[in-house]
């Protein structure tokens, strides 16, 4: 049955989802996108109405999805699979607290995957570069830059970047938006 | 109404608030629960819920949806974590179900498709800021070693998620036990 394929595959992204939304990016690039049923583009642009919109990334992701690829009650069967790993993981945990609390190993083990999780998102933020920056059907890397989309992309790129370091790293993501949008519009839209 | 069920409620409805208006991330979220749960009910003390926090963070699952399951629990048992968690994640999942119904349209919007073409371009900036924000509490040769090597596992050769965060538990625990070896026999003057 569909559902059920749905709910172990998001069940699956909730289980190796740690250290935040974003973490979940590379999963669903393996998971989902792999699968058909988002492109990366979507997935992109998705990233982005999340951040205007209440709720964790994890949730809004499966919900959506869910939508897409049947009905109403398969974005709710995608939402509770995404948050069973949660839910059985923690209230397990809030029992035996303290315990937790002191484990060696379970300390040691996120020392490594807090590193693993931060060089997972950057492999993500690679290839959504790659998918924003170099558009399709170059005969070459240097022949696809070259494409006057993509150097209006790298345009928009340099002056949020300085806009951004300008702001000490700290802009803030719905301001990236917003400013990058009406950039597009100026770009795609004006000077096309 | 009993206790418990005044106990219910106010988790429904504290949550529900969180989940409705806690934009980009579930940190937004420290402040309101340090506020309606640990000062104005005292329903956990400040030093647990700091360790709840990080203990949230660090088990699978997004910050919003732990939390409210363990804060829910230690306030009123099982069922209260099924209420909160419920709340919390009830404004997203309608939200989100309209935008699925209305985004099509709005899409087609040419306007729209350009404004996009530029958005794309920000994520890209929001996720490298993410990572730089993630990486600087790592800053260490071991941790750099792994974010580098998980970052071209996953990148270049195209390793699975799964198979990348095992190996890093297993190589962190290698790691721990070799460090810990080492610094034994050093003590012994070998």
Redesign the interface.
Known sequence: MFYLKMFFTFFKIGLFTIGGGYAMIPLIQEEIISNGWMTETELIDFIAISESTPGPFAINVATFIGNKTSDIFGAAVCTLGVMMPSIIIVLIIAHYYERFKRNKIISTILEGLRPAVVGLIASAAFSIGKTVFINGNASSFIDSLLNINSIKCIIIFTIILLLNKMAKNKLHPILVIIISGLMGIGMFGFFS | MSDKENKYLTLFKIFFKM????????YAMIPLIESEIVEKRKWIDNEDIL?IFS????????????SS??IG??VAG?IG??IS?FSV?L???I???L???FLKDFMTY??V???????????????????????K??LNA???T???????L??IVDI???F??I???????V??KMKKDYLFNKKDGK
């Open positions: 989940g409705a208006f806690t934009f980009g991330g579930g360790d203990i949230c963070q660090s088990v699978p699952g997004v910050l919003a949806v732990n399951l363990f629990f230690k099982v974590a099924l968690v994640t404004p997203s999942f939200v989100i179900t935008i699925f119904f040419s306007l498709e350009f404004a996009f073409l530029g958005i794309r371009v920000g994520v890209v900036l929001i996720i490298i800021n993410a990572v730089i924000k993630l990486s509490s790592n071991f941790s750099i792994v974010m580098v090597a998980s970052f071209i996953s990148s699975n998620v799964m990348i965060l190996g890093a538990a297993i190589i962190s625990l790691f721990h």
